[in-house]
Nanobody, 130 residues
Framework: QVKLVESGGGLVQPGGSLRLSCAAS????????IGWFRQAPGKEREGVSC????????NYADSVKGRFTISRDNAKRTVYLEMNSLKPEDTAVYYC???????????????????????WGKGTLVTVSS
């Protein structure tokens, strides 16, 4: 059974940092792409960052490029999102997600809707506020 569990969210001041973790089980993380997505109140869910299933390269939405870093530890079955220089507009529930048929990066940099992605965690709340 595929399971994704996010952790690491919290309250942080503008300019601060957080590291989110996504523990994956029920599938081999090495062979599939995985992504981080977020949903702010009243807004649609959007792609933030991903590791491509095609070639393992990291990709980022323009809004977080240069501030966020995605990484994967296959031995620990965990994906991380290091977030620096946080802004109030980064406030959202952050989800990790994967799909076994299509690359999650399609929804981060390819303009696809997130609706095609099959497996989601329950999310972790990040609040950036002074």
């Amino acid at each position: 059974q595929v399971k994704l569990v996010e952790s690491g969210g919290g309250l942080v001041q503008p300019g601060g940092s957080l590291r989110l973790s996504c523990a994956a089980s029920g599938f081999d993380l090495h062979y599939f792409g995985i992504g981080w997505f977020r949903q702010a109140p009243g807004k649609e869910r959007e792609g933030v960052s991903c590791i491509s299933s095609k070639d393992g390269t990291p990709n980022y939405a323009d809004s977080v490029k240069g501030r966020f870093t995605i990484s994967r530890d296959n031995a620990k079955r965990t994906v991380y999102l290091e977030m620096n220089s946080l802004k109030p507009e980064d406030t959202a529930v952050y989800y990790c997600a994967t799909d076994f048929e299509a690359d999650p990066c399609n929804a981060v940099i390819g303009g696809w809707s997130v609706n095609y992605i099959d497996y989601w965690g329950k999310g972790t709340l990040v609040t950036v506020s002074s």
